[in-house]
Structures are given as structure tokens and as C-alpha cells.
């Protein structure tokens, strides 16, 4: 198997699939990690590092602790973290950037 430019098929963390995508359109819901070279959904890729949350694990944003994957609110100063947007469509209105606090 020499698939070195196989389009992903799911998130290598969290198993995250979609079957109804294109190839092309899969590529645009998954990220590479520059580092270990696993495809991971939005909502397991650290954008601001080009890796993926298990070779650079997100930070909070209010305190700087780093947040282990999956965790709705920091295990430090309890502030929400990130939620998955799996299943939203591809016309998200949502910023992440936007404090809603
Ligand atoms: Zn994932
Ligand atoms: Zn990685
Ligand atoms: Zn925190």
C-alpha cells in the first residue's frame, strides 16, 4: 500500500468520519498533522501549530494550561473550552475567535 495521497477517511482521534463527503470535500474537513502526519477533524487540529492536538494539545485560552482532548472545560480554572462542531454544515457563522464570555 502506497497511499501516500489518500484523502482521509476519519479523524485518527476520535474516529470521526464522512462517508457523504467527497474526497475533495473530505480533504477541506481534515487537517494533516505537519508532525506525525495523522488527519484529524477541525475539532482535534491546534490551527495556530499546523499539528494535531496529541503533538501540540490545545491551550486554554484563559488560563495557558494545556486541555486534554475531548474535555468540555478546563481541568484548571474551569473555563469552556472548544466544542466539537462536527456535524455543523459547511457555512459555519459561528467565529471562534468571538468571546462570548
Ligand atoms: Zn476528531
Ligand atoms: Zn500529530
Ligand atoms: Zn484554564
Redesign the pocket.
Known amino acids: 500500500m502506497t497511499a501516500t495521497s489518500a484523502p482521509p477517511r476519519a479523524?485518527s482521534?476520535?474516529?470521526?468520519s464522512c462517508p457523504d463527503l467527497s474526497p475533495a470535500e473530505a480533504r477541506l474537513r481534515f487537517n494533516r498533522c505537519s508532525r506525525c502526519g495523522a488527519w484529524?477533524?477541525d475539532?482535534?487540529f491546534n490551527e495556530n501549530r499546523g499539528l494535531c492536538v496529541r503533538c501540540a494539545p490545545r491551550i486554554c485560552r484563559h488560563c495557558g494550561r494545556p486541555v486534554l482532548p475531548g474535555s468540555q472545560f478546563c481541568t484548571v480554572c474551569g473555563a469552556p473550552q472548544f466544542e466539537?462542531q462536527?456535524h455543523s454544515g459547511p457555512n459555519r457563522t459561528a467565529d471562534p475567535t468571538q468571546a462570548d464570555l
Open positions: 479523524c482521534i476520535c474516529g470521526w484529524v477533524c475539532a482535534h466539537p462536527h
